[in-house]
């Protein structure tokens, strides 16, 4: 029975697993392993791959997922799918040092820790050929996450870590499993002080496939963030929903106060710009609040579709609930606020619902490549 499971998270890394599953292999001499990949149903066909190559490796298995996304909820779940007592969690792009795994299982066994972190910034560590921005990004992230966390770790964005399984039970419901970086939440879910050691190691140069990390990637931190500073009384998703609704009727305003200013009528200037500021809304809450869910291609269009017919009918209760409790005596503001609020609870309920989940079933995955 494997002592050690390596989790592996992937998307389009069809080149590397080769490549690591033989640099994992050399590094585990003499310690009995398991190597999960869990794949979030990669275009370039890295789940066959690995399913091919499992054949004849029983070392080796597959966790695909199909219509998921997400870094943080890939590695929970390869994690939960082994029955190791020992977890470990390296990217699959081989800039992870696989050759420190047997120090860092070591460590945590002997100085009995609940969690090792492989550190680009201790001893015999380092951030390797790394771009000027991409460092400083890390050390904002830093700067940030001691806001959440009060275990002292010298790479807290490090992706790259060796665990107990009991300190995984411990903390596992606690988990907002939500963006990259799942060891911050390991770290900020856990009810007591975290017993951590490290390891350095030097992060290597991606040689094959592509980063994911981008501006989105980047944006989902701040949702890790949010879910742990006020996670416990507004569902963050709702939150980020309002935040882009909020950001909405701002450009919607500032849209009709152009048009009346080139002499367009208001209720023509009201119904282009609201029009076109749904459309923008439409987009920015696939692309953030929803992005676990995002759809791609024709469910694009059938989600914009119902997105247009939602709001409309969260317009009319808007107007509807404002207008009565106008008639009622109340004043402007609290009616003109209840309707909103009410409106755009309607919209996230609605919308979480119909848009972005029934259509999930729907998502077809590209022919792969031959
Ligand atoms: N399962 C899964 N793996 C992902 C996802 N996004 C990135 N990965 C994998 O996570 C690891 C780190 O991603 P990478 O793009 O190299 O991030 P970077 O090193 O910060 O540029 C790689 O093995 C990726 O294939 C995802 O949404 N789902
Ligand atoms: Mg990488």
């Known amino acids: 029975m494997a002592e050690l499971a390596v989790i592996v998270p992937t998307f389009n890394e069809k080149a590397n697993v080769l490549p690591l599953i033989e640099a994992v292999d050399r590094a585990l001499a003499g310690i009995e392993y398991e190597i999960v ?14 399913r091919a190559v499992a054949q004849a490796n029983p070392r080796v298995r597959i966790l695909q997922r199909i219509n998921r996304k997400g870094l943080a909820s ?3 779940e390869g994690m939960m799918s082994t029955s190791a007592p020992y977890l470990a969690v390296i990217d699959g792009d081989m800039q992870h040092d696989e050759r420190v795994l047997p120090q860092m299982l070591a460590k945590l066994k002997q100085q009995q820790l609940d969690i090792v972190v492989g550190s680009r910034h201790v001893e015999g560590g380092g951030m390797g050929d790394f771009s000027k921005s991409r460092v400083l990004l890390s050390n904002a992230g830093k700067a940030l996450s001691r806001s959440i966390s009060k275990t002292p770790v010298s790479d807290p964005m490090s992706g790259f870590f060796l665990l107990d399984r009991r300190f995984l039970d411990d903390v596992v419901r606690e988990l907002s499993s939500t963006g990259f970086k799942i060891l911050l939440d390991l770290l900020a879910s856990a009810r007591r002080p975290v017993k951590l050691g ?6 290597r140069l991606r040689e094959r496939g592509e980063s994911k990390l981008n501006i989105i990637v980047s944006l989902e931190y701040l949702r890790l963030l949010l879910d742990k500073w006020v996670g416990a009384y507004v569902p963050v998703t709702y939150l980020i929903f ?3 609704g909020a950001f909405g009727v701002l450009v919607n305003l500032a849209i009709i106060f152009l048009l009346l ?3 367009i009528e208001f209720s023509q200037a009201f119904i282009w710009s609201s029009s076109l500021v749904i459309a923008v809304n439409f987009f920015l809450n696939n692309a953030l609040t929803f992005r ?6 024709a469910g694009l269009i059938v989600g914009l579709v119902l997105f247009y017919l939602a709001c409309l009918i969260g317009l009319v209760v808007n107007l509807g609930i404002a207008n009565s409790l106008r008639e009622k005596g109340f004043p402007l503001w609290l009616s003109g606020l209840t309707g909103v609020t009410l409106s755009s609870v309607w ?22 490549p031959a």
């Open 242 to 244: 309002g935040v882009v």
């Open 198 to 203: 490290e390891v350095g190691y030097t992060f």
């Open 37 to 50: 990949f869990v794949d979030d149903d990669s275009l370039d066909g890295t789940s066959e791959h690995v």
């Open 74 to 76: 890939a590695v929970i």
């Open 261 to 263: 200013r080139f002499g």
């Open 292 to 297: 676990s869910r995002r759809l791609q291609g």
């Open 347 to 368: 919209n996230y309920w609605v919308t979480s619902i119909l848009v972005w989940r029934a259509h999930r079933r729907g998502l077809r995955r590209p022919a792969l």
